[in-house]
Each structure stands twice: as C-alpha cells, then as structure tokens.
C-alpha cells in the first residue's frame, strides 16, 4: 500500500494535470469555433481570442510540464542534475505569462461592480491561479523524489506553502473561483489534498487523523455541561491544547429594556411565535433563544474558541481571510485589506498566539499582561506607539472558503420555518432564497456594526465571547436618520446615529460632526434619540438571536467574538 503522503501527492498531481488539460481544451474549443458567439457568456470567449490564446499555451506548458516530470522530481531538482535547462525556462516563462493573465484579469474588477462583473473575467483570473498553482506544486518540496529528504519539515517547504495557499485563496476570495469546469470545487479539492500531504509530513499541528478530508463526517451531538453553560466555557476539553480565547471584555454597556429571552425551541413553537405575534401590525419582535447550539461541534468538541483548533484548520494561519480595518464602516479612515488568519490573530486579537517574528513584533519583557488580558506598563521604555486600530473579519462567507469550519455548525431549523413578510416597506421583501446565507463575523473586543437593518430575517448564533445588542423596531425608521447614497453606494439602511457616541462609550470620530447635523435635519437630536423606543441584550456562547426583518440593529463586541449569521426569507 502506498504511503498516505505519495497516495495524496499523486491525487493532487493528478488533480492538477487534468485542470492544465481541461483549461487547455477549453480553450482549444473557443478558438477553434468558426462562431465564437455560439458560446455562453460564462464561457471564457468574453475575454478575446488574444487572452484566450495566451492562457492555452500556458495550459500547454503546465500539462507538459507535468509530463515530464512524473518520476516526481523538484524543478530545482532538475538544475541541480544538471538537465536540459529549456524545462526551468518554460516553468519560468510560464509563471511569469501567468501573473500578466491574471493582472489583466484583475484590472477589470475595478470597472465594474463585483455583482455586474461578466463571469469570463472572474473566470480567466481563476484559471491563471489554478495553472500558478500546478506550477508552484512542481516546485514545492512535497513533490521530491528522495523520501529521506521529505519528513519533518522539509527544506523551503514553509515558504512553498505560504504561496500554494496564497495563490488559490485569492482566486476563491477575489474571483469567488468561478469557472464551468473548475472553479470552487476543483480548489476546495487541491486545499483538501494538500492539507493531507501537510498533516502526513509532519508539519501541521491537527489532532485528528481524519480531519484533512473530513468534509463529509457527521457531525457529533454536543453534550452541555449544565442547562445553561455551553461545554466551552469550562475547560475541560483535551482533544486541541493551548489556552482558549481571552474573555476579557473592556468595556460593558448595560441592559436597560431586556430583550425576551426563551430556552431553546421547537419549530413548531417557533413558527408559532413568528405567527401569533402581540401586535399584529409590527410582526414578531426580537427573540434571544438560551441554548440553540447545543448540538454544534464549534463548541465542543471543534471548539472554536481554541486558537489551536482554528489555526489547525487554516494551515497553522495561513489561509487568507478578507479584515475590515477601523472602528465602523462608516468612519473616515475606515478600509479593507487582506491577511493570513495567523497575521489577523497575532496582530488584532492576541499578540501570543503565534511565535515572534520581525513580521508581528511582540511588546518586550518590561510589557506584562494583566490576569484579565489588558497591558500593563513599568520601567522606562514604556511603549509608547498609537494602538493598532479595530480589525474585524465582517460579513464574510469563510464557510465557503473554509468548507472544514462549515462541518462544525449547523443551520438552526428555525430557518426552515415561514416568516411573515416586512411589517411597513413590502419594496424591501426579497425573492425568496433556495438556502440561507451564512456569514462569519470574528474580532477582538471593540468590534462595532453600526446601526442598520437587512432585507432578511437573521438568526445571529454566538459561538465565541460575547456580543451586545440593541434593536429598533421598523416603526421607527423615520426617527433612525437613514443615509442615503454617499459616493455611489446606496447606505438608506444604515442610521447615521452613532449609538456608542451618543451613549458615552466611544469618542467622537472625525465623521461625526457630518453625521450628527444630518441626525438634526432628519429630526433628530440628542433628546429626541433617547426618547426611541428599543430592546437590548447581550449574546452569551451558545445563545440566538432572531432579528425579524427590518429591524434595526447595532452590534458591538464585548470580548472576543465569533458568531454566524443566518439569513433567510
């Protein structure tokens, strides 16, 4: 029998020169088409015969490449035993016609909206990092022929992987990996394949034998501790080492109007709920239900407040996840940018989850942390640099790209039940959707949503840490100072109300005094906001809550957070 690194090696290999074939053939059937608008508009033709061309002969060069070299020796293996160097110069010249294809491919994101973006472009950009990847692969220390050079941690193979990754999660995050005879699945296979060869040669740190291609295991019933505290909050939990996320919470808002509170439901009891409202006009209210996820492996035995365990299922950090940078979306300043899971963790949550490096410089020996987390200060060389702003992994399909974390929860059967439609705007109703829309949202404390509603009835599950929130009914849109469209984009269902500035616990930020006189030309001012009527409450792990649609919402981090979001209609 095989070992299980050459068994994975060769279906990845495999894998890789059938997309180099397909790609070429794909491309092959376009050009040679005496009518090339016989094909779709998802077809790559939309990108013109001259890129199509390009990207076959790239398509050429990798499949033969990979022909070559089936006794599964390195390219720099090639050099060093002094071969024929024409095959370093088409790997060379074939990676750098690649990064060009995709280049070009890129620069016509920017000239559209993502959602008017013709799928040729998403397509080719994909395709371009498929093909880099195969080339990559051949160059990777996996692929060596020696197997007493392989083990451990091979030569350079930590650099190689950082760009094997790299290279496919940009094609899943910029592009969504689109394409009719690749795309997103081919990815997710070549991730599931080359995490395998990565737990077999000894440099992951995931627990579970079986994890690598555990796309398709059930998932275990979760056993609580109590009726009311899920397992993660006791430490008791040995399958994943390391210290779990710090519950530190900075700052506490109260809770003034209680939002209803319930242990966990039926669907029938919650469909009745939904239809059996007190007041008929408004619809259902707002619900906090105790208990919803006890059957969630994220908080037992997958927990998802281990870094350890998150960091196992991302390359020890290496996946690339799309951050928010700032205190809110609507403040000046405020951006986006992408990192490695590993950088988002060391950088923004926890500086000692990762080793030191003089990439994520930790705070020195005179900088001790306090027993709740905090900084404390002594001696001389205080550190006296701003701190780093808010990042927020917001709004984000990482279950997706991550299909391991999706195997770690479940869509709550409350969103197989049959809502009722808007209460005041029937305009805002949407098609109805096939499945719900899942969502992550992960931060250190301090993470804010401001104040917004959404055109779908939303189960916000806390898996991690805890959240407050405050909710205002539809009937009060009016008296919410909706935005309008600011520099194109469409904002009616954000509030220009700063809850956390109007309530004292933030300081103003350099937008404020915008948005505080357009507050006032709504009719707003400081008495007449405090005079809305709203609910509030705060998320403990294990806990949901159904925001009905239309309601406006604003949601702070109070510690460590991580939830899902479940939309549906």
């Not at 088409?90 to 016609?97: G, P």
């Not at 960091?311 to 928010?324: H, I, K, N, W």
Request: with cysteine; charged share 25%.
């Amino acid at each position: 029998m095989p070992k299980p690194t050459q068994e994975h090696l060769r279906r990845l290999r495999e894998h890789c020169t059938d997309a180099a074939w397909t790609i070429r053939q794909e491309c092959a059937e376009i050009l040679s088409a005496k009518d090339r608008h016989a094909h779709t508009e998802t077809s790559l033709v939309g990108c013109g015969p001259a890129l199509v061309d390009l990207l076959s002969r790239q398509a050429d060069i990798v499949h033969s490449l990979y022909q070559e070299n089936h006794a599964g020796t390195t390219v720099d293996a090639v050099l060093e035993d002094g071969r024929d160097s024409s095959y370093l110069r088409k790997y060379n010249l074939a990676l750098k016609r690649l990064e060009d294809i995709a280049s070009v491919a890129y620069s016509k994101f920017y000239a559209y909206l993502f959602k008017d973006l013709p799928i040729c472009w998403r397509q080719l950009y994909t395709d371009a990092r498929i093909l880099k990847f195969c080339l990559l692969l051949l160059k990777s220390p996996y692929v060596a022929k020696d197997e007493s050079n392989r083990g451990g941690s091979p030569d350079g193979s930590h650099d190689c992987l950082d760009e094997l990754v790299k290279t496919l999660d940009l094609a899943l995050i910029l592009a969504g990996a689109a394409g009719e005879r690749r795309g997103r699945r081919w990815v997710d296979k070549a991730l599931e394949f080359l995490h395998a060869v990565w737990l077999a040669e000894g440099t992951g740190h995931e627990i579970h034998d079986d994890s690598a291609t555990n796309q398709d295991r059930p998932a275990k019933r979760a056993k609580l501790v109590d009726d009311h505290v899920p397992s993660q909050l006791h430490d008791d939990n040995d399958q994943y080492t390391g210290t779990t996320f710090s519950i530190y919470e900075p700052f506490t808002p109260f809770v003034t109007r209680p939002i209803k509170k319930v242990d966990a439901l039926s669907m029938e009891d919650f469909q009745a709920y939904m239809d059996q409202a007190q007041n008929r006009d408004l619809g259902p209210e707002p619900l906090i239900i105790r208990n919803a996820l006890s059957e969630w492996p994220a908080l037992s035995t997958r927990p998802w407040n281990r870094p350890s365990y998150l960091l196992s299922q991302t390359f020890d950090g290496r996946r690339l996840v799309p951050v928010e940078i700032g205190r809110s979306y609507v403040d000046e300043g405020w951006g986006q940018k992408l990192i490695t899971f590993g950088e988002f963790l060391h950088d923004y949550i926890d500086p000692t989850l990762l080793p030191q490096s003089n990439d994520h410089p930790t705070t020195d020996a005179n900088h001790d942390k306090d027993s709740h987390g905090g900084r404390t200060v002594s001696g001389s060389n205080a550190d006296t640099r701003p701190p780093k702003p808010v990042a927020y992994l917001a709004q984000h399909q990482l279950f997706t790209q991550l299909p391991t974390l999706r195997n770690d929860i479940l869509i709550p059967d409350y969103c197989y039940t049959s809502p009722p439609p808007h209460p005041t705007d029937p305009s805002i109703n949407q098609p109805e959707l096939d499945e719900p829309l899942l969502n992550a949202w992960f931060g250190p404390p301090g993470t804010i949503s401001p104040l917004h509603n959404d055109p779908y009835h939303n189960i916000l599950t806390q898996v991690v840490g805890r959240k407050y929130l405050r909710l205002y009914s539809p009937r009060e849109t009016t008296r919410l100072a909706a935005r309008g469209k600011e520099n194109g984009v469409e904002m009616g269902n954000t509030s220009m109300l700063d809850i956390g500035v109007l309530e004292g616990w933030d300081e103003a930020p350099d937008s404020a005094e915008h948005d505080i006189e357009g507050a006032v030309k709504n009719g707003v001012d400081g008495d007449a906001f405090k005079a809305i009527p709203f609910v509030d409450g705060i998320l403990e792990p294990g806990d949901a809550l159904y925001i009905p649609i239309g309601w406006w919402h604003y949601v702070r981090g109070l510690s460590v957070s991580f939830s899902v979001s479940f939309w549906w209609n």
